[in-house]
């Protein structure tokens, strides 16, 4: 399985700069991954496709701000540094840029000395680790100093940080945000809930592994990042009890996916608890408890598409993809978002019928 399967072509104007000032309000292409066929709506209509006895399943990590800039003691030159996850007390595993400034023995100053780091070891792919020096409290130094971790490939300063957080952000500890769930206002949970489709909480923090590219030739040979996840005990009997049932379970984003994922026994048992992941999913991946899916298009060649395209098939996931491209749907951290599952149109027709029996206009 080569990488460059999973390549399409994408216009740099598609890839959204700026968030919608309703989060509800972006586009929704729904991909029925047995037959390929596709549907549009916006976001907000996402509860035409989920039924009473359905389980939501978010991430509910919290990102934090985890992008610092500083200089060296000694000579002043410029360093940023991008906080990957707390090892131990003050002592961080980040990314820093240069990394031929950074040697182990390494001083660093941020924010007027504020805060300091000692550069005390190198690590895998070249990460470095940093103990920090400060007075205080090492959470309101960050946010007062730090910076939200936007990708790259978005270059527009982003006005308010809350808007790359989801509504029910909760847990702190993610270099980036579990995207899906930005399309969600807490009205259209509140109407999900009460339409009697459960929630379950999962927490994922994300790290950059999902996100790096795909460096070798053949997909198998790619290995993930670890990233820390925690499930609830109640929340993961929501799960069990839809699964048992028959209701569907509908991971908000890959992040969730892989979380449930990797917390299931060979028999679709979900454990709760916590740990390290490093689950990598792509085509001929059986999935153990998802049923359906609600993710954002993603970057050509990512682990991300690989994991979609395990869903659905990767023709089916790149055509809808090309369809997309067609229409000018916004792309990536604060695009557009599609809803992958079986069948939906039929259960679409299902759950309006219920919903309104006597054929009258909602």
């Known amino acids: 399985m080569n990488v460059k399967d999973f390549y399409f072509d994408l216009p740099q104007e598609l890839i959204a700069q700026d968030p919608l000032e309703d989060r509800s309000a972006s586009r929704l292409l729904v991909l029925d991954k047995e037959t390929g066929e596709t549907f549009h709506h916006t976001f907000r209509e996402i509860g035409q496709y989920l039924k009473a006895g359905d389980c939501l399943v978010i991430n509910d990590t919290k990102v934090i701000p985890a992008r610092l800039f500083g200089a060296k003691k000694d000579t002043q030159a410029k360093i940023e540094l991008l906080l990957l996850k707390r090892r131990e007390n003050d002592i961080w595993e980040t990314l820093v840029k240069p990394g031929k400034k950074a040697k182990p023995g390494t001083e660093i100053i941020f924010g007027d000395g504020i805060l300091s780091g000692t550069i005390i070891d190198t690590v895998e792919d ?112 929501k799960i069990n009890e839809t699964k048992a049932a028959g209701g569907k379970i509908i991971c908000v984003g890959t992040t969730s996916c892989r979380t449930i994922e990797s917390a299931a026994d060979e028999n679709g048992y979900l454990k709760a608890g916590s740990g390290w992941t490093d689950i990598f999913i792509y085509p001929g991946y ?77």
């Open 126 to 237: 070249g990460n470095r680790l940093i103990q920090f020096h400060y007075e205080g409290i090492f959470e309101e130094i960050l946010d007062k100093l730090g910076q939200m971790p936007l990708p790259p490939y978005i270059t527009h300063q982003l006005k308010d940080k809350n808007r790359y957080q989801t509504v029910y952000a909760k847990h702190e500890g993610s270099a980036a945000a579990p995207t899906a769930g930005l399309h969600f206002t807490e009205e259209l949970l509140k109407e999900i809930q009460e339409s009697g489709v459960k929630i379950a909480r999962v927490t994922l923090h994300v790290g950059l592994g999902t996100f790096r590219p795909v460096k070798v030739e053949n997909v198998l040979d790619h290995h993930m990042h670890s990233e820390f996840y925690m499930i609830e005990e109640a929340e993961a009997r």
């Open 286 to 362: 059986r999935f153990k408890i998802l049923d359906a899916l609600i993710t954002n298009f993603h970057l050509p060649e990512s682990t991300l598409v690989m994991l979609v395209s395990a869903l659905a098939g990767r023709e089916h996931v790149l055509s809808a993809y090309e369809e997309a491209v067609r229409e000018r749907y916004r792309f990536f951290s604060f695009g557009d978002a599609m809803l992958i599952m079986s069948e939906p149109e039929e259960r679409r027709r299902q759950i309006l019928a219920e919903r309104n029996p006597e054929g009258k206009d909602a």
